[in-house]
């Protein structure tokens, strides 16, 4: 059974960073794309990055030049590294699998698998 675990989140002041991992298991990771998704209460699932087998990447716009999406295949592996943070950032942040994600990647259906979520918290 393919499980996804995020780690990382954190309470952290304005203008500071956090890595997010996402641990995946029982799934081939190389092939699929992966993806980090935030959420607020009561809100809709909103997608922050994806990065793609060939290890291209995009971003929502809101984190262009301040987060970075990488992989580690051999480790099963995915990362989201948050510099610059601001309180509009605070959110539950998912990982997610997908054997097609598309380019327009925040399409949440399209990902069969997802993680419980990691909260990151920024205050100013």
């Known amino acids: 059974q393919a499980q996804l675990a995020e780690s990382g989140g954190d309470s952290v002041q304005a203008g500071g960073s956090l890595r997010l991992s996402c641990a995946a298991s029982?799934?081939?990771?190389?092939?699929?794309?992966m993806a980090w998704f935030r959420q607020a209460p009561g809100g809709e699932r909103q997608g922050v990055a994806v990065?793609?087998?060939?290890?291209?990447?995009r971003y929502g716009d809101s984190v262009k030049g301040r987060f970075t999406i990488s992989r580690d295949d051999a480790r099963n592996t995915l990362y989201l590294q948050m510099n610059s943070l601001k309180p509009e950032d605070t959110d539950n942040y998912f990982c997610?699998?997908?054997?097609?994600?598309?380019?327009?990647?925040?399409?949440?259906?399209?990902?069969?698998?997802w993680g419980q979520g990691t909260q990151v918290t920024v205050s100013s």
């Open positions: 990065i793609y087998t060939d290890s291209d990447t």
């Open positions: 029982g799934l081939h990771f190389a092939s699929h794309c």
């Open positions: 997610a699998a997908a054997t097609w994600c598309g380019p327009d990647f925040y399409v949440t259906a399209r990902y069969k698998y």
